[in-house]
Structure formats: structure tokens, C-alpha cells
């Protein structure tokens, strides 16, 4: 099931999740380095939407756990260190798929959209990457996913005593005090 656009991978995930009966669909991406008890805990919390904490790995960095912003502009803000805290498992708005455990009843919850080429239906998508179609004003597809269950009553988590490594370049995670801490591949 190989697919270069990320959002119809975790679309066909979802569809594949559903037509074996799953209870659960994790999604991990490849250049993350789990703990190797995060599932376990994920599973533990037996919420609908509940993920790990890690840093994005493009600049700027930032915890990829978000609420919805209060200064009155639109969109998403992230939670920065020292403010929550960690170890704890917190309600967010949005967290990004990379470390994310959900419910299947989500996706019956959540409608698809149903995408359609030329008027014939193509796919329907729970997941839709608009950042590159429309630029600033879009979203990546897992904030989109959340966005859209947050607004179907579905209540988000980041459990944050899960401390993923986003690798690159440079390894990014948590610190805990304001700064992100760095290290080179091989370094721990």
C-alpha cells in the first residue's frame, strides 16, 4: 500500500483499518524513535485520539501538540514548554499522526469527505493535506484531522511522558525547559 502523498496513505490505512474490523490504528511514522512502552501507554489511556510528544523537525521547531489560539487570530498555536506538564496526560486540540493511537468508531464519527474526479467519487478522506493546495491558510492533514474532531465533539490527548525523537539532520525532542534539546544521529 505504498503511497507518496501522505494523506491518501493514512485515507487508505483508515480504509484498511475498518474493512478488517480493527478496534485501534496506530500511525508511527519512519522517522520517528519510540519508547519502546509507548504504545502500551497509549493503549493504557483508552482514549478516542491520543498521541506522543515529539518536536517538529522543520523550522521553527515546536511541540507538535497544539490548542486553538486566544489572541483572537485564527488557526492552531503550539503548547510550549513550562506550559504543561509533563509526565501528565493532556487535553489538547490538535497533535500531529506521527505517534497517534485512534479509535476506529472515530472515523464513523467524523464523515469523510468524498473527493471526486470530474464528478465520479474517487476516495473518501478523513485525512486532507491543504497546506499545499492553499498555502498559508491550509493545514497539514493531521491537524486537519483534529481540527474536524475537535469540532465532531471528539476530545483529543498527548500523553506527555512519551518523549519521541523526530530525526533528521539532527535528532529534535523534548526538553522540559523551554528549549529543544538536539542531537546529532547517533547521539542519544
Known sequence: MPEPVIDISRD?????????????LFFWDTD?????D?????????KPIVGGLYVRRHN???????KFRTDGLP????????????????EVDAIAT???LVKTDVFEKIKPFQLTI?????RPAWFLWTEWRMGAGG??????FCVRARQSGIPIFCDTSIHAQHVGPMKFKPSGNNTINMAFPGEN
Open 12 to 24: 487508505k490505512a483508515v480504509q484498511l483499518a475498518i474493512q478488517q474490523g480493527a478496534r485501534w
Open 32 to 36: 520517528l524513535i519510540l519508547p519502546s
Open 38 to 46: 509507548a504504545l502500551k501507554k497509549l493503549l493504557a489511556h483508552d
Open 60 to 66: 521553527p521547531p515546536f511541540n507538535e501538540m497544539l
Open 75 to 90: 488557526g492552531l498555536a503550539p503548547i510550549r514548554d513550562g506550559e504543561y506538564q509533563m509526565g501528565s496526560l493532556l
Open 98 to 100: 506521527g505517534c497517534m
Open 118 to 122: 470530474d464528478g465520479v467519487a474517487a
Open 139 to 144: 493545514m497539514s492533514e493531521d491537524f486537519a
